[in-house]
């Protein structure tokens, strides 16, 4: 029997240890926060994303009474990077949340769906990896390897085709 064993690299750091660039979006990741419709869970998110073209983006989590209508921050800013830039990559992911006690200590990680929406920007984009920044006040997170480390075992556009 063969075994396959993964590696992820994650990097902790503090805020003040991260770069200039790092540091401006999270940022706005965190005054992204403001825009979030969260009402039922009172947890509010934001995500700024720097595209390869230099422009910053930025998404909230807007809920619903509906819950499973409720759309998560990353993707919010996602979906509005391949609306508005479809062509441009998205080089770097910012994410931090908010309660009412303020910023959280630990970073907030993207849910699964937002991994595999993650994965498919990346593939659309020729497998750019999007580097992570997880932001939290005590410690923050780097994870430059993109969805292969956040999202083992992927089902992509491949796996449908996988008897041609
Ligand atoms: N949420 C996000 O916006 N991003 C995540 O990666 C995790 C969860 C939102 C969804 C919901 O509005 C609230 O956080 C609580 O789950």
Avoid: W
């Avoid at 422009?55 to 499973?68: D, F, I, M, R």
């Avoid at 931090?96 to 200590?105: D, I, M, Q, V």
């Avoid at 997880?134 to 956040?150: F, H, N, P, R």
């Amino acid at each position: 029997m063969k075994e396959f064993v993964l590696e992820l690299k994650i990097q902790e750091c503090s805020e003040a240890e991260l770069s200039k660039e790092d540091r401006q979006l999270v940022e706005a990741a965190r005054r992204a926060c403001d825009g979030s419709y969260s009402p039922y869970s009172d947890f509010a998110v934001g995500a700024a994303l720097l595209l390869a073209n230099g422009v910053v983006l930025t998404g909230s989590n807007q809920e619903n009474a509906a819950y499973p209508c409720c759309m998560c921050a990353e993707r919010v800013a996602l979906f509005q990077a391949g609306a508005l830039y479809p062509q441009e990559a998205v080089k770097t992911l910012a994410i931090a949340a908010l309660t009412k006690e303020g910023f959280t200590p630990r970073p907030c990680p993207p849910c699964g769906s937002c991994r595999q929406v993650m994965m498919e920007t990346e593939m659309r984009h020729g497998g750019t990896p999007i580097r992570l920044i997880l932001y939290g006040t005590q410690v923050c997170y780097i994870v430059e390897g993109g969805a292969k480390d956040l999202l083992p075992l992927q089902f992509e556009k491949d796996t449908m085709n996988s008897h041609s």
